[in-house]
């Protein structure tokens, strides 16, 4: 069984309610239609009600079981500008402005979250990521003693020795240019998180370069191990039980043959990383998009990092399926990791 099975079979036991910023989307609507029939809980469809209906109809898919929104109409709009106003964000806007702002769908969708109306968000599927990112970051802000919100692609990968059992976490592939020292820990910290929190294994942290334990004098690399002391200073004082090393090169962090040639010493990560972080959006970006279309490899994401409330922005490339593992990511993300635990654990 893949991890996003396993994570389905997690939500089927603690159901959670997603909404999603695009209802209109055939494909939103089709992973919608999975989350019902799979009982993972209740798809909350943003947009017009019409045209929701028109586009399941024409599918064939029957819309019981989930909720549609039209955020112009809503009963919400009142208590949704009053929160907003409060917003440092939002207080220089007028009354009309408020009333135009809490009807934007990512805007209407986020509120959801910032007043328990939904436990996950999914957004992007039509949409260009800075507008959904922008209200997330605004109004549901980031954990405590987080200070860089980033994410995360799930890959899961045919090669169930890779990672956990095939999933690898990458970290940052959507959000970041070019991290500093300080954020590529953040990015780190949070990804280990989330991994840990949804599998129950062991993170190993593998912070990549161009090199493996290389000279601190050379360009790029000095960034590298700084953040990595960070990240492990991190890990130590929020009593975290994570391994962490870097810099790597990815084929030592992956391949254990590899590792023990470029002597890796007694690392507890090389040859055997279940998350890769990578210097800057550039390489992160190429990587993830390259194992996805030549390996034909899953790809799931980007799972938004660091927030108070768990989201996703997916690509406007997503299939039906993408939607649907991303869904049940931030579905699980959603819940208590003591009844997590409750459930199927993969381990490495």
Do not use: W
Not at 111 to 124: C, D, K, P
Not at 131 to 151: E, W
Not at 190 to 200: D, Q
Not at 204 to 228: F, P
């Amino acid at each position: 069984m893949n991890l996003i099975e396993t994570l389905i079979g997690k939500l089927q036991a603690h159901p959670k309610r997603f909404v999603f910023t695009d209802g209109a989307d055939p494909r939103v609507l089709q992973a919608a239609r999975q989350i019902v029939t799979r009982k993972m809980g209740m798809p909350i469809l943003l947009g017009d009600r019409s045209l929701i209906k028109d586009n399941a109809a024409k599918l064939g898919i029957a819309i019981k079981g989930m909720r549609i929104i039209e955020p112009a109409r809503s009963s919400d709009i009142d208590s949704f500008c009053q929160d907003l106003k409060s917003m440092p964000k939002f207080q220089t806007l007028s009354e009309s402005e408020l009333r135009s702002k809490v009807t934007e769908s990512p805007i209407f969708a986020t509120l959801m979250l910032h007043r328990n109306q939904a436990e996950a968000l999914i957004s992007g599927a039509t949409t260009r990521a800075s507008s959904a990112l922008r209200a997330l970051f605004q109004i549901i802000g980031t954990q405590p003693g987080v200070k860089t919100a980033s994410s995360l692609l799930l890959i899961d990968m045919e090669a169930k020795e890779v990672g956990i059992h095939g999933a690898l976490f990458m970290g940052d592939c959507g959000v970041i240019p070019n991290p500093d020292s300080e954020q590529l820990a953040d990015i780190a910290i949070t990804t280990a998180s989330l991994a840990f929190h949804i599998t129950g294994a062991r993170p190993k942290v593998a912070m990549l370069s161009y090199s493996t334990h290389g000279n601190a004098r050379q360009q790029g690399i000095a960034k590298i191990q700084e953040a990595t002391a960070i990240a492990k200073e991190k890990a130590r004082k929020l009593d975290l039980h994570i391994d962490i090393d870097g810099d790597l090169q990815v084929d030592a962090a992956l391949d254990r043959t590899t590792a023990l040639i470029k002597n890796t010493g007694n690392s507890p990560v090389a040859g055997q990383a279940n998350i890769l972080i990578f210097p800057d959006l550039n390489s992160g970006n190429i990587a993830s998009k390259m194992i996805h279309l030549l390996s034909g490899a899953n790809k799931y994401g980007q799972i938004i990092m660091g927030l108070n409330s768990p989201a996703a922005e997916i690509s406007r490339g997503a299939t039906a399926h993408d939607i649907l593992g991303a869904a049940a990511i931030v579905g699980c993300q959603a819940i208590d990791h003591r009844l997590l635990l409750g459930a199927t654990i993969i381990r490495n």
